[in-house]
T-cell receptor, first 117, second 115 residues
């Protein structure tokens, strides 16, 4: 089975621009979560989507948004970029909701490294 | 809200030796899952081991084992016969059992393995 894929892997933007990141979960997984990882703040939860619905949201400003499509692929958008948005953005998928305890495990993608200049 | 604490920002171990990484968590739930994830430098995060809170037996995966103390809310990871490839950032994570529960990660412990 193919793993979680994220595109692009690297991105350089300037302040004020917007960016869209993409995540394709493992086939059959309907839950997709997004995290921001920085050296200072560690892994911070952004939001989770399940069957095209946002099920959970972390404590991030409204500039951060996401969506999920019917094929479970997810996109994350950040508008009006700030220098502090520079981070590794990780996507993780899970089969949660389908069957048993194993569904609680998350599988991570390689991440998108966003640099804001 | 649940929190996960890893009190050791950095640790080192000699190759072939044993090391234990600490993790404590705070929750009022009775059913939940605990995980250790490994993130090697510039590489993908992968699951090392998982533990269901309702199971008293400690999980084991080859050289990796946990010491799960539910009453103390402690979940430590023991790595035996450490190898150079074990060098990574290790994250302890918690997820309660229930619809719509997200993962809560600890700040991580950076493990160095010395040859």
């Amino acid at each position: 089975k193919a793993g979680v894929t994220q595109t692009p892997r690297y991105l350089i933007k300037t302040r004020g621009q917007q960016v869209t990141l993409s995540c394709s979960p493992i086939s059959g997984h309907r839950s997709v979560s997004w995290y921001q990882q920085t050296p200072g703040q560690g892994l911070q939860f952004l939001f989770e989507y399940f069957s095209e619905t946002q099920r959970n949201k972390g404590n991030f400003p409204g500039r951060f948004s996401g969506r999920q499509f019917s094929n479970s692929r997810s996109e994350m958008n950040v508008s009006t970029l700030e220098l502090g948005d520079s981070a590794l953005y990780l996507c993780a998928s899970s089969s949660y909701g389908l069957a048993g305890a194993l569904g609680n495990e998350q599988f991570f993608g390689p991440g998108t490294r966003l640099t804001v200049l | 809200a649940q929190t996960v604490t890893q009190s050791q920002p950095e640790m080192s171990v000699q190759e072939a030796e044993t090391v234990t990484l600490s993790c404590t968590y705070d929750t009022s739930e009775s059913d939940y899952y605990l995980f250790w994830y490994k993130q090697p430098p510039s590489r993908q995060m992968i699951l090392v081991i998982r533990q269901e809170a309702y199971k008293q037996q400690n999980a084991t995966e080859n050289r990796f084992s946990v010491n799960f103390q539910k009453a103390a809310k402690s979940f430590s990871l023991k790595i035996s016969d450490s190898q150079l490839g074990d060098a990574a950032m290790y994250f302890c994570a918690y997820r309660s059992d229930g619809y719509g529960q997200n993962f809560v990660f600890g700040p991580g412990t950076r493990l160095s393995v010395l040859p």
